[in-house]
């Protein structure tokens, strides 16, 4: 029971979706000053809030769409979509969440083992932050209530790991973001509960700009836990994201990201587009964990990465990308190396099925002043269909000769005599490929938490089920 609770929580079969029955409040209109007004009422935004959104306009015509890509990213019309979407107060969000989303909240086990924050479409509709927290210091919140509560801090860190000019997605998330999670770790505390937060977008032409700040202080540890759905329609959705991380001196931060929006159907229709930048610090002896699974969205622009800026920091990217019919990944990671003694691995799994396409980008960085540093990337490839297509491009700028950087890739194909002689023992030809793709991939998805560890063969099976319908 606790299992089927679980996985109802992930949303995992798009068949049972729910359509909205509740009514919503809802923004519409171009990137403009007007705009920004208009969501500051219903936000209540700080001043420095307001100010930091409007700087962030100005530059939006100097910086341009990134046309570096393989492929055309589809026409998006920014004056013609829903920028904010919150419940109204008179509905029964508690008894909505359980009759819709089939999730009791109080017997949930990954309730038990986590601090979960719900975010549908541009608000937090529910919290379960553990008393104890306040105790302690740790502070796990909506990133707008903490803006209210300790405008200070966020007046301190917002902006400085990911600026308003860093790209195109960025700055338009930096113009208009409605809401996100928060956590601050003080000093000298482990943090033995996973923080988690669920995001889903629910309503229809919507586009989701949520933005994530993670402050991990010296000597302090955290697990975050990361989860996307979205529901299915007819017409694409938007999702562009920033996620900072700040990791000071001997801290440690793992996070995990499991990511299922709706991919759209077996000819492209739907699905949703994700735009994210990812990317933490590491000050010194400080270590960052990238743990992350695409499964999800049409098309996916995603690259976390870490610059380590002080001496023997370390970062880690654990990376699986498995897509299908007309889907479109372009992912990888970027590790900076400023510090001495500094050490990065990469580790990326891709399957590729149908007519998808899988890139992997990754850009290894290493400063003239990165003293006796290191990096190891592994880049690995499963192609299945005859249409098919992976390609890896990884950049390695070395500019210290103390320093080392190896590079390993290959790709395969899922061979025809591994199914014959598994479907001889009995297997189905679902179960035959769904038990090759996780052999393949079994040394990052055992890195997941249990609550993670046990979707994935799942997942994995029901994508491959559905490919085979078409």
Known sequence: MKLKLLLNLYNLNYKNQ????INFYLIRNGLNKYLIKKLSCNLFLYVFIYKFKLYSLKILNILKFPDWSFFD????????IIYYSSILKNNNLIKYLKTNLH????????IKTNSVDVIFDSISVLHTTQYFFKKIGIIFLPLFDVIFKYPILIKKYLGTVVSYKDNFFANINSIIFSEGSFCYIPK??????????????????????ERTLLIISEYSQVTYLEGCTALM????QLHVAIVEIIVKNYGYVKYYTLQN?????????????NFTTKRGICLN????????????????????????KGNFSISNFYSISFISNMQIADTGSKMYHIGSYTKSYIFSKSISLNNSLNIFRGLVYIKPSS???????ECNSLIFGNNSMTITIPYIKNYNFTSVCKQEAFISKIEIMYLFLLMQRGLSIFDAISLLIVGFCSEIYNKLPFEFNLEIPLLFLLKIKDMFKY
């Open 18 to 21: 729910y359509k909205n029955k």
């Open 73 to 80: 990213c589809p026409y998006i019309n920014y004056d013609n």
């Open 103 to 110: 999730i009791n909240f109080l017997n949930s086990i990954i």
């Open 188 to 209: 000298y505390v482990k943090c033995n509960l996973n923080l988690s937060t669920y995001f889903k977008t629910t309503s229809y032409d919507f586009a989701q700009f």
């Open 233 to 236: 329609y007819k017409e694409s």
């Open 261 to 273: 929006w709706y991919k759209g159907d077996y000819l492209g229709n739907g699905g949703l587009y």
């Open 285 to 308: 002896n400080a270590k960052l964990d990238w743990i992350q699974i695409e499964l999800g969205s049409i098309i996916t622009w995603k690259y976390p990465s870490t610059v380590l």
């Open 371 to 377: 003293y006796k540093s290191y990096n190891y990337t």
